[in-house]
């Protein structure tokens, strides 16, 4: 079976937003936010009814409030100003995946690769993430694989290449 998948396609902004969504889930410990933002501001609102202290209910609205305003800016606005303000987004990528490394092509770069340049991978149902260094990544997303067998070439590639594996909603 041959074990080379290549792979050419732009980037849409959907692909970037979902894949860094899906990297901000891995990194962040978003189910204890959302307990804190609604534990802060339930206590927040009784205090602040309360008549010994209602500064201090005051305070934990606000922190609550700010809480949700970070998480609403980190997962819905932020991925998206970064794909808007970098033009290699919009370039064409051609990607070549085989056992002895990753031809990367685009406008500006023309780059033989190893796969030990990656050190970890997050799977989720959208795209591959794959990571050099703790936040750098590329993105593969699912949707430009021609067939379901080029899918499973890479798959099986990256679970024997990328030492650490992540998969998220599958």
Known sequence: MDSTVH?????SEQDYVRAMRAHLKSRLRLKLDIVVIVLAGALGLYEWRSLDSPWWGMGLVFLSAVLVIVLI???GIVPRMVFRGEPKFRDEYSLTFSGSGIHFQTAHINSQLEWSM?????VDIHSFVLYHGSRSFTVIPKRVFETPEHLTTFERLVSEKIPEIIRQDL
């Open 7 to 11: 792979l050419s396609f732009r980037y």
């Open 73 to 75: 800016v980190a997962f």
């Open 118 to 122: 990656y050190n970890r991978a997050l």
